[in-house]
């Protein structure tokens, strides 16, 4: 499969803790995005790398959120000190530099 | 920042039957449009996409057309089948940035 994929698929954590998502993009995609989805809504952008510059962040992205793309590959998304409010499902695409993007399956979590 | 307004939030169609969406964007420099099928607990999917210097575009079943003066645009499933029964997204683009609207719950009765 040579989609975009995404660890873990699901994660319960309780409030306070520290999450770390990972995504792997399709190969050779320039453009790496993130989004967050909550119930009954579509998704909404966070941020979103090229190559391995971050450029732009949403106000969405509160201090607590952080996102790297060490090597230009793979991307990690970091939640520090979780709320309940952070519960939600994070997808994550990829592009080339056209503009179609390619999701992956998403990281459900959920804070108790 | 971009606004994208979807319509109908939930869409009922006997199989066979043709199903319309709309989505109104406010934007005029959004360039980039396009469409996907969620289905429950997986990630969109892309199922068709137009860009602002074409008025219509056809994939089989499926169609998207643009009114970038008026700033709507369609989606239309023809000939539907169970299979079709998904949430459906539209998005807008400006600079590489999705924008999408709220979605529309597509259930196809058989």
């Known amino acids: 499969d040579t989609g975009v994929s995404q660890d873990p698929r699901h994660k319960i954590t309780k409030r306070g803790q520290n999450v770390t998502f990972r995504c792997d993009p399709i190969?050779?995609?320039?453009?790496l995005y993130w989004y967050r989805q909550t119930l009954g809504q579509g998704p909404e952008f966070l941020t979103y790398?090229?190559?391995?510059?971050?450029?732009?962040k949403s106000r969405l992205l509160s201090d607590r959120f952080s996102a790297e793309r060490p090597k230009g590959s793979f991307s990690t998304l970091e939640i520090q000190r979780t709320e309940q409010g952070d519960s939600a499902m994070y997808l994550c695409?990829?592009?080339?530099?056209?503009?179609?993007?390619?999701f992956g399956p998403g990281t459900r979590l959920l804070v108790l | 920042g971009e606004n994208v307004e979807q319509h109908p939030s939930t869409l009922s169609v006997q199989e066979g039957d043709s199903a319309v969406i709309k989505c109104t964007y406010s934007?005029?420099?959004?360039?980039?449009f396009p469409w996907y099928k969620q289905e429950l607990g997986k990630g969109p999917q892309l199922i068709i996409d137009?860009?602002?210097?074409?008025g219509e575009k056809k994939d089989q079943r499926i169609a998207v057309t643009l009114n970038k003066t008026a700033k709507h645009f369609s989606l239309h499933i023809t000939e539907t089948q169970p299979e079709d029964s998904a949430v459906y997204f539209c998005?807008?683009?400006?600079?590489?940035?999705?924008?999408f609207g709220a979605g529309t719950t597509v259930t196809v009765r058989a």
């Open positions: 695409a990829s592009s080339p530099l056209a503009e179609t993007q390619y």
């Open positions: 190969s050779e995609h320039n453009r």
């Open positions: 790398f090229q190559n391995e510059a971050q450029l732009e």
């Open positions: 934007d005029s420099a959004s360039n980039y």
């Open positions: 137009i860009r602002s210097n074409v």
């Open positions: 998005a807008a683009s400006k600079n590489y940035k999705l924008s």
